[in-house]
């Protein structure tokens, strides 16, 4: 799919040089970039504990004692 992006100057720099110095096109980065960005993303949206806030020392805090199973 074709689409157009606006991006900044001086990340599009940056990027073009990533490209080169990997030896890869720039649209290669950009694909390789957005999987794992998005890969990222869904890797951490089941995780429980992101929500989670508190106060306290966490000095003595096993996995046992967590609460939470299968993590």
Known sequence: ???SVDIPDEIMKKAKIKAVEEGISLKDLIIRSLKNEL???AKTA???WK???GK???AD???DKS???DF
Do not use: I, V
């Open 51 to 53: 929500d989670l806030k």
């Open 39 to 41: 890969e990222l993303k």
């Open 67 to 69: 609460g939470f199973s």
């Open 1 to 3: 799919m074709r689409t």
């Open 46 to 48: 089941g995780t429980p």
């Open 56 to 58: 306290g020392s966490t």
């Open 61 to 63: 805090l096993s996995p």
